[in-house]
Antibody, heavy 118, light 111 residues
Framework: EVQLVESGGGLVQPGGSLRLSCGVSGFTFSSYEMNWVRQAPGKGLEWVSYINGIGSNMDYEDSVKGRFTVSRDNAKNSLYLQMNSLRAEDTAVYYC???????????WGQGTLVTVSS | QSALTQPRSVSGSPGQSVTISCTGTSSDVGGYNYVSWYQQYPGKAPKLIIYDVSQRPSGVPDRFSGSKSGNTASLTISGLQADDEADYYCCSHAGYNSHWVFGGGTKLTVL
């Protein structure tokens, strides 16, 4: 059974940092591109970042470029999102999602809530 | 990259059909056959229900169907059931610099 489990969310002050993790099981992690998608309270889904299977190609939504860094450790079956210079508008539930080769996201974690507030 | 445009809400009675539209541009919806749709219940993670414009993952009922014409994709749900009441999001590939763009979401109410 495919499982994705996020962790690392919490309350952080504006300007602070947080590192999210996504542990996966039930599939060959290195064979899949992975993404982070977020959802602000009461709002829609927003794509945040992408990383290819070997971790050599990453991309980001414009508002997080230069502040967020996605990485992966295929030996540990884990995906990460390092978030720096956090802003109030980054407050959201962050989901890790498995990509099925440009055909969308076929498996999602349960999400982890990040709250940026003083 | 601007979000794709979806109606904020749609509604229908049990047994009826509803269609949710998703309008983008030639840089996303119109440029790729990589439109997907997601169903989300409150407090839950999204679930993939349509990929590659019109393909259904295993286990998704054939009451759910997808199509595309030009820059607009559509999700049709036929034979509405009470548990179809949820939020629905479209998503399109947007090229290898922007990767993905979502629609704003549509709340489906089953009357």
């Amino acid at each position: 059974e495919v499982q994705l489990v996020e962790s690392g969310g919490g309350l952080v002050q504006p300007g602070g940092s947080l590192r999210l993790s996504c542990g996966v099981s039930g599939f060959t992690f290195s064979s899949y591109e992975m993404n982070w998608v977020r959802q602000a309270p009461g709002k829609g889904l927003e794509w945040v970042s992408y990383i290819n299977g070997i971790g050599s190609n990453m991309d980001y939504e414009d508002s997080v470029k230069g502040r967020f860094t996605v990485s992966r450790d295929n030996a540990k079956n884990s995906l990460y999102l390092q978030m720096n210079s956090l802003r109030a508008e980054d407050t959201a539930v962050y989901y890790c999602a498995r990509e099925r080769q440009t055909s969308g996201f076929d498996n999602w974690g349960q999400g982890t809530l990040v709250t940026v507030s003083s | 990259q601007s979000a794709l445009t979806q109606p904020r809400s749609v509604s229908g009675s049990p047994g009826q059909s509803v269609t949710i539209s998703c309008t983008g541009t030639s840089s996303d919806v119109g440029g790729y056959n990589y439109v997907s749709w997601y169903q989300q219940y409150p407090g839950k993670a999204p679930k993939l229900i349509i990929y590659d414009v019109s393909q259904r993952p295993s286990g998704v009922p054939d009451r759910f169907s997808g199509s595309k014409s030009g820059n607009t994709a559509s999700l049709t749900i036929s034979g509405l059931q009470a548990d179809d009441e949820a939020d629905y999001y479209c998503c399109s590939h947007a090229g290898y610099n922007s990767h993905w763009v979502f629609g704003g979401g549509t709340k489906l109410t089953v009357l």
